[in-house]
């Protein structure tokens, strides 16, 4: 139990997907701009993210691994996400229409996300078993949102603030990206506590 | 070399089997009618059917809670066009909803206007600009001609000029052929 918190921790805080690992900056920049779709990228990344690691993680034990074709990961990783994505797409479309609506154009987005095939690399490197798999992808997730709605909230306090001429746009958006990643290397402090 | 083949082309051709599963299992029933009904309306969102708009009355036709002749601004091409997909009889425009006329577009005298801006909440297509106690102004392009911001203009400054035809505005008259109105063209054809 113990070391399933650590998971979710280590994944949320310490190891942050976005300010301290440096993946799925993209949409970080892209969907950042307003609190509404930084959630709605935040909610469907949470759900692809969480289904994808366990499908990769079932994809690489059962049928790379055994056949020693391991050096498959990559190629065989992005085919199972675009397909997971894919498939949520149409079961979300399906079931829930309002789901469907708030999700949008992020859903098909996601496939694109490094952040995904990241944490299904990750997952093998640290060997992690099927419910550890799903947990580091839930965790990722959640930092993955945090941090995008966090950075969303700030940025539209920036767009009323008297930037210098300078540093408006992308330039303070990745300014205060670096000190929001600063302050994350922060938490590196919890780990030795 | 071969399995590493095999086993990928497996892989994909399983998510492929699944995928095309689900576009069948969980296919989206959405009523297509509808949207195609609403691509033949005019888009003035005048209101003179009856509708709050061309989507409800692109609803109520698709329910049958509607005549087909009920859209003025649509003319006669319209009711043909929606005759022909939805299988009724074409029929003659129903007065109670308008008649046909030129495209207008509404003008604003500008001189007049107090800047109340009880015509900018009236206009369905946001096409009138102004900010309260300043001069308002019609933005002629976006504008459809429904006459709905004429009412509420409490010192009646707005004025429906008729569109002039120009060399980039001027299109080819519809053909109409002799007996396309009657009930029973289609079952001679």
Not at chain 1, 29 to 51: P, Q, Y
Not at chain 1, 53 to 66: K, Q
Not at chain 1, 178 to 184: D, E, I, Q, T, V
Not at chain 2, 108 to 135: F, N, R, S, W
Request: hydrophobic content about 50%; some cysteine.
């Amino acid at each position: 139990m113990k070391e399933y918190a650590l998971i979710l921790i280590s994944t949320i805080l310490v190891n942050n997907f976005v300010v301290v690992k440096f993946l799925g900056l993209c949409p970080f920049m892209g969907v950042s701009r307003k609190l509404e779709t930084a959630m709605g990228m935040g909610l469907a990344t949470t759900f692809v993210l969480t289904l994808s690691s366990v499908c990769a993680y079932l994809t690489n034990e059962y049928l790379l691994a055994p056949l020693g074709l391991e050096y498959l990961r990559t190629i065989a990783f992005i085919l199972v996400i675009a397909v997971v994505v894919q498939f949520t797409e149409m079961v979300v479309h399906k079931t829930s229409p309002v789901l469907y609506q708030v999700l949008g154009i992020f859903l098909p987005l996601i496939t694109t996300n490094c952040a995904v095939l990241g944490v299904a690399l990750l997952n093998i490197q640290e060997k992690n078993g099927f419910l550890a798999s799903g947990l580091y992808g839930f965790g990722a997730a959640v930092g993955f949102s945090m941090i995008l709605v966090l950075f969303a909230a700030l940025r539209e306090r920036i767009a009323v603030a008297d930037v210098p001429l300078h540093f408006r746009g992308a330039a303070i958006a990745l300014i205060t990206a670096g000190l929001m990643s600063l302050a994350f290397m922060g938490f590196v402090g919890l780990a030795r506590g | 070399m071969l399995t590493a083949i095999i086993a990928l082309s497996v892989l994909a051709g399983g998510c492929g089997l699944l995928l095309g599963f689900a576009a069948v299992r969980f296919r989206v029933d959405g009523d297509p009618i509808v949207a195609r009904i609403d691509a033949l309306l005019p888009q003035t969102q005048c209101g003179q059917c009856g509708f709050p708009g061309c989507w409800p009355y692109a609803e109520a036709l698709a329910a049958g809670q509607a005549e087909i002749n009920q859209c003025p601004p649509g003319g006669e091409a319209g009711i043909q066009a929606l005759a022909d997909l939805l299988g009724r009889d074409p029929k003659p425009l129903n007065p109670d909803n308008g008649t046909v006329r030129s495209k207008m577009v509404a003008i604003i005298d500008e001189q007049t206007c107090i800047g109340c801006t009880l015509c900018i909440q009236a206009c369905p297509v946001d096409a009138i600009l102004g900010a309260p106690k300043l001069m308002h102004t019609v933005i002629a392009k976006e504008c459809t001609g429904c006459e709905l911001c004429m009412a509420p203009c409490p010192v009646d400054c707005i004025n429906m000029v008729p569109v002039k035809e120009t060399l980039s505005t001027w299109k080819w008259p519809c053909p109409v052929l002799p007996g396309d109105a009657l009930p029973d063209h289609r079952a001679a054809a």
